[in-house]
């Protein structure tokens, strides 16, 4: 069965930094395209960052964009978010995403909680 585990969050000061960690079984990870989602409470759930199959693309929400890397490798089947310069509106939980071809599939995390706060 397809799982995806994430790990890394944690509570943070604003200014500090956090590396989230998306670990695949369970699928060919590198047919898939993987993406970092946030949702805060309140709010809709927002794409944050995600990146081809190869890795040789990324995308960026503006919110983030100059703070935020995705990376990810495809020898042990993990993508990273490196988080740096956190701000308290970056607090929310991220959720990893790997999605395919239709007949490949979509697949989520369970999500992990990042709370940037003095």
């Known amino acids: 069965q397809v799982q995806l585990v994430e790990s890394g969050g944690g509570r943070v000061q604003p200014g500090g930094s956090l590396r989230l960690s998306c670990r695949a079984s369970?699928?060919?990870?590198?047919?898939?395209?993987m993406s970092w989602y946030r949702q805060a409470p309140g709010k809709e759930r927002e794409l944050v960052a995600d990146?081809?199959?190869?890795?040789?693309?990324?995308t960026y929400a503006d919110s983030v964009k100059g703070r935020f890397t995705i990376s990810r490798d495809n020898r042990v089947n993990t993508v990273y978010l490196q988080m740096n310069s956190l701000k308290p509106e970056d607090t929310a939980v991220y959720s990893c995403?790997?999605?395919?071809?239709?007949?490949?599939?979509?697949?989520w995390g369970q999500g992990t909680q990042v709370t940037v706060s003095s």
């Open positions: 995403n790997a999605k395919g071809l239709s007949v490949l599939g979509n697949y």
């Open positions: 369970g699928l060919t990870f590198r047919w898939y395209v």
């Open positions: 990146i081809t199959d190869t890795g040789d693309s990324t």
